[in-house]
């Protein structure tokens, strides 16, 4: 089992829906996610942090689920340029600054 | 300018040779990451480095080798490159300070294509 799982969709909404991602992981002790944003040909680049009360910035929600060892990410109002591929990201509780990527989820926004 | 910076941006070799990727950023990270993605795999870290000198293996070390002299570089090698290591690879940084949500920040990637 990969330690990060998502995925991969794509998922096709339109504008203005709201759509959610799930994330798994696989290792219970660690304490920090990420969820990041990649746009086709470029690099990943942070979206949010995942805190364990959860967190919003704008339309974007991100929740933890510690008994059931997920992360979501929930977009509200989706404009066309969210469209891209969300990856989640798990650092591991180990010590340093080794993080472990998922494979991403792809979502395209249709006017 | 400031940020990180990855070279070249695209590379094409043939199989056995010799290739070096380079990375470079200004701020002064003490972590620094290599990562490859490809498709349905996603990132996978194949070397990081702690500070200048200190470096430990990711989850795909295999055929590439690191060096971190100087803190704001971190060249990736890959010593007899193989069809496998066809992929894009970044290049990523992160601050030293211990806090558990510190950003990595990429650098644009290469695109290598070993024939």
């Known amino acids: 089992r990969k330690e990060v799982e998502q995925d991969p969709g794509p998922f096709n909404v339109p504008e203005g829906a709201t759509v959610a991602f799930n994330c798994t992981y696989s290792n219970s002790a660690s304490q920090s996610f990420f969820w990041y944003r990649q746009d086709c040909r470029k690099e990943p680049k942070l979206l949010m942090s995942?805190?364990?009360s959860g967190n919003e910035d704008g339309r974007f929600t991100a929740q933890l689920n510690r008994a059931s060892q997920y992360i979501s990410l929930l977009i509200r109002d989706s404009k066309l340029s969210d469209s891209a591929t969300y990856l989640c990201?798990?650092?591991?509780?180990?010590?340093?600054?080794?993080?472990?990527f998922g494979a991403g989820t792809r979502l395209f926004v249709k006017a | 300018d400031a940020g990180i910076t990855q070279s070249p941006r695209y590379k094409i070799t043939e199989t056995g040779r010799q290739v070096t990727l380079m990375c470079h950023q200004t701020w002064s990270h003490s972590y620094m990451f290599w990562y490859r993605q490809d498709l349905g795999h996603g990132l996978r870290l194949i070397y990081y480095s702690a500070a200048a000198d200190i470096t430990d293996k990711g989850e795909v070390p295999d055929g590439y080798v690191v060096s971190r002299s100087k803190t704001e570089n971190f060249p990736l090698t890959l010593e007899s490159a193989t069809r496998s290591q066809t992929s894009v690879y970044f290049c990523?940084?992160?601050?030293?300070?211990?806090?558990?949500?510190?950003?990595?920040?990429f650098g644009p990637g290469t695109r290598l294509t070993v024939l």
């Open positions: 995942v805190y364990s």
């Open positions: 990201a798990e650092k591991l509780n180990t010590g340093g600054f080794k993080t472990i």
């Open positions: 990523a940084s992160s601050e030293s300070r211990l806090a558990d949500y510190n950003e990595q920040f």
